[in-house]
């Protein structure tokens, strides 16, 4: 039988099979490494993305966002070289805000923005337009997340914790808040993404306007979106690529402080300019755009919650069953996004860090100040990949058990 020969040709992330041509000498393979860059391919196209943020979308956003670099909506420019402020992005822009709207189920009082600077960002933006430096915000304090944005709101006005579970490690969510009835808003981180804790019960009745940090639920699960007042999320993990934030504000709640806000951030100049004050981050708010599109076309918020739910169950019982691996948090407070679980001896630890490195599941080292593990499961990702991981929890608690 003839042997085959293929030339291969590689850069730092990929590689490609040139033909059977001889190309230059520094770009050829033996044998035995064609065959080994073929089960890279394969080991690639079975890759599970567990990644607590940036993280996984869904497949046809990274094609649809490659092909609009290339030649966006038929034009032959790129989305990456045309003017906000043309007929061709403004739509995009439009559309972006009107899904959320819808899939929201958003009434007229509430303005969809998308903004720059992330969800840190926000953690300073809304002090700044809500809370007069003589006047009260409360917060809750429920893990890294939350306490930044205390740190910041503390730069504006005084700040009380209405409910903080720092002395049991952030395991759980605070109940029975002590919220004054004076505070300009109540403060909430809805999922802490390195703690693993997620709100079930909203405080929609604490008294005061509430504000949510969203960041690493946003869209996952139906809520009764129209009683807040302010939602911020940064897009890199359920919405999109990193570089955009998701604001959706109550507008009759501005207005009211009475420092100088610079132009860029205050909200009610970004609503008065339908989100186009200055440049947008096009791109992110394109790629956020196919991602709305993604979620109406799979049936919208309640649909993913149902899949969002199975995702955790399956996760969640198995860990349960398995004695080898520990949930570090309190059952009713188990965050559905991102499942946080330790092992009682380090050196196992690390051997199943190695077994899911090698089945192609990435993500799942925990984040450095909880340690163990962290599997992230937002909306995009499918359940075989959670399959895939609980299977091989289940051998390896077998092998070692
Ligand atoms: C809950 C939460 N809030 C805020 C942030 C900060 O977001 P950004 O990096 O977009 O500023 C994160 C980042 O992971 C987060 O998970």
């Not at 992330?13 to 230059?24: L, R, Y």
């Not at 709100?199 to 960041?215: E, F, N, Q, R, T």
Request: include cysteine; glycine fraction near 6%; charged fraction near 20%.
């Amino acid at each position: 039988m003839p042997t085959a020969r293929f030339y291969l040709a590689i850069n730092p992330t990929t590689i490609f099979i040139i033909g059977h041509q001889k190309p230059a000498t520094s770009l050829i393979f033996a044998p035995h490494q064609f065959i080994q860059s073929l089960m890279i391919e394969t080991v690639k196209s079975v890759i599970h993305n567990f990644n607590a943020g940036p993280s996984v979308l869904p497949k046809e956003v990274f094609e649809e966002a490659s092909e609009a670099i290339l030649d966006f909506n038929h034009t032959g420019l790129s989305i990456l070289e045309i003017g906000h402020r043309t007929n061709l992005f403004e739509p995009v822009m439009a559309e972006a805000r009107s899904l959320v709207k819808e899939l929201m189920q958003l009434d007229d009082d509430h303005e969809v923005l998308f903004l720059h600077g992330g969800a840190t960002t926000q953690f300073m933006q809304v002090p700044m337009n809500l809370l007069n430096e003589n006047e009260l915000a409360s917060y809750t304090d429920t893990g890294t997340w939350a306490s930044k944005a205390i740190k910041e709101a503390k730069l504006f006005g005084h700040v009380e914790v209405a409910g903080s579970t720092k002395e049991t490690n952030y395991t759980s969510i605070p109940k029975n808040l002590a919220v004054s009835p004076t505070a300009a808003y109540l403060h909430i981180t809805t999922n802490e993404t390195i703690a693993g804790t997620q709100w079930k019960k909203i405080p929609y009745d604490c008294g005061v306007p509430l504000v949510a940090d969203m960041s690493s639920d946003i869209l996952s699960r139906v809520l009764d979106f129209n009683k807040f007042d302010i939602i911020y999320a940064g897009a890199q993990k359920n919405m999109g690529a990193a570089g955009v934030n998701l604001v959706v504000i109550n507008k009759n709640i501005l207005g009211k402080v009475n420092r100088t806000i610079p132009s860029i951030l205050d909200y009610r100049n970004h609503i008065k300019e339908g989100s186009m004050m200055n440049t947008p981050p096009v791109f992110a708010v394109y790629v956020a755009m196919l991602t709305l599109r993604w979620l109406k076309k799979e049936g919208g918020v309640a649909a993913i919650e149902k899949l969002n739910n199975a995702k955790a169950a399956l996760l969640y019982q198995t860990l349960d069953s398995l004695p080898i691996f520990k949930p570090v948090v309190a059952k009713e407070d188990r965050s559905y996004m991102n499942v946080v679980f330790v092992m009682d001896d380090p050196a196992l630890e690390k051997e199943f860090l190695e077994r899911c490195k090698q089945e192609g599941m990435i993500g799942v080292k925990g984040h450095r100040s909880v340690g163990g593990f962290r599997a992230s499961l937002y909306n995009a990702l499918k359940l075989e990949s959670v399959i895939a991981l609980t299977d091989l929890m289940k051998d390896f608690a077998n092998k070692k058990g």
